[in-house]
């Protein structure tokens, strides 16, 4: 969803602190996008903003490739960053969708997910340092290039997930990691019966995969379809030697489990990744709308089942990735068009939070979006959180209303 | 002393007298942790529950006591003794595993579990809790997780807040509440980890569990040259090389390591670097050898494996009990704890080789090489005021070396009472008041561990009690 009127869009941290500076004096307000590929995730502003945009505040600060540290701008874009560091045999797992527009900053501000997580950690855990301007316009710092510092507060993990409304992320200062020499993917259908066995079959397995979901529908991202039955995709990466070992391993377990052929592709396998990643967030225009639920990898499969078959009493269609080794379900419902999805989805709405009361709407281009419960239910510190706002953006200049709560 | 009468009479009505204490020599026990400064409180509590915790909180608000939250006291820079007074709470009465969900590798536990039971008893179950200061056998994740500890395999698993998930926490005014990294919203339990107790007291913690490795190797090779085995460090990570652990021990802690210990460290050589990858056995082979090319480019005497899992264990308790063993040297040292880029470690140890000389302190150093985090021993005797004096003038030269080589001041040991004052040496007043503001939401009338991280001059940040 782009903004009507084009954004502004500062070159420098200085240009963009005297912006925020201006708003905050003056009370006006200030929405803030990097690529906008998680536009669809929050509630919109509670006021007219002016439009704020990282895109152009991009360049690497210090690439420190020897010490396995590099420093950006938070407008640089997903992609950007791992070519560079792709060129120096290291990577950093964002796993967020559309990384040829997605930003560093937004995705560290929206707390994106990715689904390699189970093996290599959280993307905050890879933010060593950030720079922040804050409501001010002030510019705070935390962290270092180092890659071990407990020197204060963890504020660098704070602001991740944060929506920019403690303030904007201008500086990603991460650790990276080399990167896995070879990647292979699976894929077969994944029959109802062999399904539990299957997830069971994965979880156990010696060499852990760096990825695996069960998808259903979503037929522009996978082949190898198997009716409305779904298939599986494991991702494997790392040396040559440990795939060939994951490979017989993983091959004898589906098999066990009963899933009937597998496809083995090596080539292309990183993008055939990317493409299930970007459709967690790919929406159907109008007719769509997709949640995520977070689960527990042994209850992800029931809990799947159980909205689907929700949304199917609604009438509605639906799609799901379910990531086995982490636990995330996400379902797209959608309707024939807008009108048929709009009647429906503010009482599918009230219906998958009282089964799901943590469900998070991540895509949607409904009009009737305003009226749905973007964040799930309330956390259980909201209070604290509100006042941590307050603290912080006392005039809410910043993302009003867009996050939990309110905030 | 009536009020202290009054104060003790409602903490025993709340915990029970074997919950109490407040004897002069029970309380000069928790004077101190394991920097060297100390000081006294008025009474220490030794609390059951969670709800037992809360009620202390709310009796010491009532008394406008100041509360200080303690694990086994071994943290290095004065972070678990009051300031001044106030109401020390133990947590070594809370420690139980409250449930383990093998299947999702996942625990919740109380403060007080030692860390290294935890590993032990969830052993079975093929799974371990990844921190490991070397503290590991008396630390416990309460204090891990006040500090965001550190240790030796946090080059691989990085430090306690990777592996936290959720907390429960007693705040300022003895409310509970609870904070998980899947909710919706901020994320508190990041800003809650390392917070040195001054946000909030934890109750208990949801914690992540690793999958055992399959295979576990661990080499010592030898070098003439520090220098040449810090050089090594950086090409084995540059290479693209992350092994679970990369530690480093010169001639003065390899010599008083094996003198107490025996553990099997070669004698006669500058330094030792102690190697471990873990994981499969396709990717722990090739790590050797890729290993031994680089060590042997940059003139290693030799490296050779432990042959067994007693040779391992050797090997891992002589680094561990590494600082204990310079009790051969000197009767007292100081760890000083900083970290650098990597790159950065040679010219940072040649730093805290010329500050050790001038001031004629005999340093040995035992560190996390492969992160860059320097922890020079400083040996000196505590009786002698000149050596004393000395020692704080090295320590400070070794913090200043770190900072001019972009490194920060503290790698895994906390600010505490110790290095408060140097935070502005790495922070603006900006970047300060930014943590102030998460302070002033938690802690607004800083009764929860205070004078520690912040600066004593810190004042922009502070708010008037409402």
Known sequence: MRTATAPVAPETIDALGTIVAQADRGGGKISIAGGNT????????????????????????????????????????????????????????????APQYATVGGTLAAGWLGPRRHRYGRLRDYL??????????????????????????????????????????????????????????????????????????????????????????????????????????????GSEALLERATRDLRSALGRAGVPETRVFDTGARESFQRIVDAYVANLGERSVTYRIASFPTESAERALNIQQLARRYDLRTETIVDALNGDVVLRASGLDSRTLGGKIESFDDAIHELEPGAQVIACEHPHRVHLNAWGEAPAAVERMRALKARFDPNRTLNPGRFVGGI | MKRLGMLRERLIGALGTDGVKTEPEDLSVYAFDAYTDGGRPLAVVLPRSTNEVSAVVKIAREFGEPIVARGAGTGLCGGAVPAAGGIVISTMRMNRILELDAANRRA???????????????????????????????????????????????????????????????????????????????????????SEGTLGIVTSAWVRLLAQPEAVRVWVAAFDQMEAASEAVSAIVA????????????????????????????????????????????????????????????????????????????????????????GRIAPNYYTQDVCVPRSKLPTALRAVAAAAAEHAITVGNVFHAGDGNLHPLLMYDRRDRRQVAAVVLTGNAILESAIELGGTISGEHGIGWEKRDAMTRVYTTADLAAMGRVRDVFDPRRRLNPEKIFPSGARCSEVTPP
């Open chain 1, 38 to 97: 998680l536009s669809g995730m929050g509630l919109p502003l509670e006021a007219p903003a002016l439009a704020l945009s990282t895109l152009r505040l991009t360049g690497v600060v210090a690439n420190e490739s020897a010490d396995l540290t590099i420093a950006v701008r938070a407008g640089m874009t997903l992609q950007g960053v791992n070519v560079l560091l792709a060129g120096q045999g290291q990577f950093i797992p964002f796993d967020a969708p």
């Open chain 1, 128 to 237: 060593i340092g950030s720079a922040i301007v804050l409501a001010d316009g002030s510019v705070a710092r935390a962290g270092g290039m180092v890659v071990k510092n407990v020197a204060g507060y963890d504020m660098s993990r704070l602001y991740v997930g944060s929506f920019g409304t403690l303030g904007i992320l201008v500086q990603a200062n991460f650790k990276t990691i080399p990167a896995p020499g070879h990647a292979r993917i699976f894929l077969a259908p994944l029959p109802e019966r062999t399904r539990e066995r299957a997830f069971a079959a994965l979880a156990a397995l010696p060499v852990a995969p760096s990825a695996a979901f069960w998808v259903d529908g979503f037929h522009n991202s996978i082949d190898g379809d198997d009716g409305n039955e779904g298939r599986v995709a494991v991702l494997l990466d």
């Open chain 2, 108 to 194: 919740r536990v109380e403060p007080g579990l030692i860390n290294l039971d935890l590993s032990r008893r969830v052993a079975a179950d093929g799974l371990f809790f990844a921190p490991d200061p070397s503290s590991q056998q008396i630390s416990t994740i309460g204090g891990n997780i006040a500090t965001n500890a550190g240790g030796p395999h946090c080059l691989s698993y990085g430090t306690t807040v990777n592996h936290v998930l959720g907390l429960e926490v007693v705040d300022e005014t003895g409310e509970v509440f609870t904070t998980s990294i899947d909710d919706s919203g901020y994320d508190l339990t990041a800003a809650l980890v390392g």
């Open chain 2, 239 to 326: 290479a693209g090389i992350v092994p679970t652990a990369l530690e480093m021990m010169d001639s003065v802690i390899v010599t008083a390591v094996e003198a107490a210990f025996h553990a099997g460290y070669p004698t006669g050589a500058a330094a030792v670097l102690l190697v471990e990858s873990a994981g499969f056995e396709e990717d722990v082979a090739a790590a050797e050898s890729a290993i031994r090319a680089i060590v042997n480019q940059h003139g290693a005497r030799y490296m050779r494996g432990a042959r067994t899992a007693a040779e391992r264990a050797a090997l891992w308790a002589g680094r561990k009990g590494a600082a204990g063993a310079t």
